[in-house]
């Protein structure tokens, strides 16, 4: 079964980055599709990125396009979501999770991590 685990949060100011990882075991990375979802206190689960099995497909919602980017290393089996700009609204908890393809719906990922907080404050 695949496995994932993220890491990379923090406390970070308003305007500063941080890049997230997340990172397979169990199965090779490189079979699945993988997304970056977040959930923000009294707030549902949304997605924010995800990319497909070779990288060849990337999708954003609109709050962080051209702030965020996602990118893989399937030698490494890790996805890595860069996140620059960053925003008091942006504070939540971030998963990744693996599934068929590049998908904002939560319903087609099947492997789930625990999740990374992430805060953003001065």
């Known amino acids: 079964q695949l496995q994932l685990e993220e890491s990379g949060g923090g406390l970070v100011q308003p305007g500063g980055s941080l890049r997230l990882s997340c990172a397979a075991s169990g199965f090779t990375l490189d079979n699945y599709g993988i997304g970056w979802f977040r959930q923000a206190p009294g707030k549902e689960r949304e997605a924010v990125s995800c990319?497909?099995?070779?990288?060849?497909?990337?999708n954003y919602v609109d709050s962080v396009k051209g702030r965020f980017t996602i990118s893989r290393d399937n030698a490494w089996n890790t996805v890595f979501l860069q996140m620059n700009s960053l925003k008091p609204e942006d504070t939540a908890v971030y998963y990744c999770?693996?599934?068929?393809?590049?998908?904002?719906?939560?319903?087609?990922?099947?492997?789930w991590g625990q999740g990374t907080q992430v805060t953003v404050s001065s």
């Open positions: 999770a693996g599934g068929w393809g590049c998908s904002r719906w939560q319903g087609d990922f099947a492997y």
């Open positions: 990319v497909s099995s070779v990288g060849d497909i990337t």
